[in-house]
Each structure stands twice: as C-alpha cells, then as structure tokens.
C-alpha cells in the first residue's frame, strides 16, 4: 500500500509539473473582436479602431498599420480601458488594404504579438472635396485608371484576408487542442484519486476481515 501512494504522488506531481505550461498559454490574451475586423472590407474610410482581448492588457500595448505601399502609420492616440484598445488616427485612412499588426501585455505579463487584414473601398468625403465637387472645382480620375486600382487593391485585398483568416484558424485550433488536452489531464487526475480512495478502502476493511 505504500508503495501505491508513492507511485500515485509521483504520478500526480508528473501530470501537474506537464499541465502548467498549458493551463498558461491557455490564459493568455487572445483577441476576441475588432472593428474593423479581420477580412473586412469598409465602404467608408475609418479614422479610429477598437479591438476586444480576452483579458485586461496593460498600457504598453501598442498597434500600427502597414498600407499596401508597406508604409507604417503609426496612431495619434492609443487608450487601453481595461480589455480594449481604442486607437485614433490623425486623419482618415486612405483606400486601400492594411495591415494591422498589434502588440499587448497581458494581465499575466507575457507578450503576444499578431496580425490581421482589412481594406476600405474608398475613402470618406471631406468637407473641403464635397464643396469643391459642388462648384465643378474637383477633376475627376480617369476611369481606367480607377478600374485598374480598383482591380490591384482588390485582388491584394483578396490574398491577403485568407492569409489573415488562415492565422486566425490556427490560433483557434491551437487554443481548442491547449483546452483538450486540460480537460483530459483534470478527468484523469480525478480517476486516478477515485481510483486511490476506493482502494484504500477496500485494503482497510480487508485489514478488518483479518482481525
């Protein structure tokens, strides 16, 4: 019987010393809801973002865009309210696909790093553009050129949205295979002390027939 009890601490200690590791990495940030949000595609240009974590992140977390020319904008303003991050710009985003790469501490300390992809269509009207359109001031683009734009921002906006829906599939599947693999260690754990309790029992009233 002692000899049981050892192999079961040793047992436990073992499967508890492999499932910490797990328990962490499933407690990390990850992002839950963005706007605009991964894939999207705007009719209007965005001069603010706001992205969901799964816990509170700390205010060095940081986010940056890289336009489809793979120029950097950086915000004006970056507020943290406990699980959000509300960015601001300075002005309004022009047409086309970016990047968003982003970058929070999560309430545990560790840092995790992303990305995802979202494209506008074109770009909000300005007040000086609706006047000038309206006194006959404005030119307007030729229309090859639009199309052949309009076709190049669409067919990168295309590719690049699957590779971001790509990356958020794998990080779903890593986290489902991460909860897997608790709940398996737990119900094991749990048997294994069932299984331990039952048998000391059992040996007890043996020890009592005998007497």
Not at 59 to 74: K, P, R, Y
Not at 93 to 105: H, S
Not at 154 to 180: C, I, P, V
Request: net charge negative; proline share 2%.
């Amino acid at each position: 019987m002692f000899d049981l009890r050892i192999i079961f601490m040793v047992t436990v200690a073992t499967l508890l010393f492999v499932a910490i590791p797990f328990e962490e990495a499933s407690g990390h940030s990850v992002l839950e809801s963005a706007d605009p949000k991964s894939g999207e595609k705007l009719e209007e240009s965005v001069d603010t973002m706001e992205l969901s974590f799964s816990t509170k992140i700390e205010n060095a977390s940081t986010l940056s865009l890289i336009n489809e020319n793979d120029q950097e904008i950086q915000p004006s303003k970056i507020a943290i309210e406990g699980n959000v991050m509300k960015v601001t710009f300075e002005d309004f985003l022009d047409p086309g696909t970016y990047k968003v790469n982003w970058r929070i501490i999560g309430s545990d300390g560790h840092v995790i790093e992303n990305n995802y992809i979202f494209s506008i269509s074109k770009n909000k009207m300005s007040q000086n553009d609706s006047e000038e359109n309206k006194d006959g001031i404005g030119t307007a683009p030729k229309k090859d050129n639009q199309n052949s734009d309009s076709t190049r921002i669409e067919n990168k906006s295309n590719n690049q949205a699957a590779e971001s829906k790509d990356t958020s599939n794998e990080e779903t599947k890593n986290m489902e295979e991460q909860d897997s693999l608790s709940i398996v260690i737990i119900i094991f754990l749990l048997m294994s002390g069932i299984i331990l309790i039952i048998w000391i029992f059992a040996d007890k009233r043996k020890k009592s027939e005998g007497r």
